[in-house]
């Protein structure tokens, strides 16, 4: 049983939720909160394994709160307002639903959560809130004024600029604040392949494999871009593939 807060200033809207929830018998709501103060007391004294927080709230944010947490659970934002989906990301949220809450995003979520414990109980090393993207979530990307919802099924490539790492998906190449060893302990290795020391590939956007100097492999993706598979990344590569 997953022991969750409901912490929201409109009473209406964490009735809603917890009807929507009433569909996931493994989630127990075990409290709810109107307010920062009341969400800190909440956690300290209930110790819940996930909360569901609203971001404007009376008083300090959603992220006022969680900065003034010693440890804090699992977090899914629920929130009227998409401008702040990058910050939830940052501070490594399990999701960021938008209200009125979906049933089917708030069950992605859910999923996420399913994810995110399983992982680890296996590696403990990971830290309670470093959860494992799927290829089906949508991500949110910021470079300059310019924003996308991104499925990750849909990007290509990450390739690293510096503290940066450059997004390739559609005609798109933005950039975002990530080096590429934080994206790669995200990203699912099912699925992204780190093909070199530059560059993360979607294995499932490979167009054609080609041999490459010095025993590296030549990867084509569906975009045109062509990435080198280094030596020691290949023997990986093909036992992967069953090449």
């Known amino acids: 049983m997953i022991k969750a807060v409901l912490i929201d200033d409109e009473r209406l809207a964490r009735n809603e939720l917890k009807k929507l929830l009433m569909d996931f018998p493994e989630i127990e709501v075990i409290g709810e909160a109107a307010n920062a103060a009341e969400g800190i007391e909440a956690i ?33 934002f629920t929130t009227a307002y998409d401008e702040y989906a990058l910050k939830a990301f940052e501070v490594n949220a399990l999701d960021y639903l938008l209200k009125p809450v979906e049933p089917k995003r708030l069950a992605d979520a859910i999923h996420k959560l399913a994810l995110a414990e399983e992982k680890e109980a296996l590696s403990p090393a990971i830290g ?12 949110f990307v910021k470079d300059g004024e310019r924003c996308w919802f991104v499925k990750l099924s849909d990007i290509r490539l990450f390739e690293s600029v510096g503290n940066y790492a ?7 190449k933005p950039l975002i604040l990530k080096s590429l060893n934080a994206l790669e302990e995200r990203l699912d290795e099912k699925v992204f392949f780190r093909a070199n020391r530059k560059h993360i590939v979607n ?29 020691r990344q290949t023997v990986k590569f093909k036992e992967m593939l069953s090449l």
């Open 166 to 172: 450059k997004v390739f998906f559609s005609n798109n």
């Open 203 to 231: 294995l499932r956007l490979i167009d054609k494999i080609e041999p490459y100097f010095n025993g590296g492999l030549l990867l084509e993706l569906k975009g045109g871009e062509k990435i080198e598979v280094s030596r």
């Open 44 to 76: 300290e004294n209930l110790q819940p394994d996930l909360i569901f927080l609203d971001i404007q709230m009376p008083g300090k944010t959603g992220f006022d709160m969680l900065s003034e947490l010693e440890k804090a659970p699992h977090v899914i």
């Open 128 to 139: 309670t809130n470093r959860s494992l993207l799927s290829e089906h979530d949508q991500v």
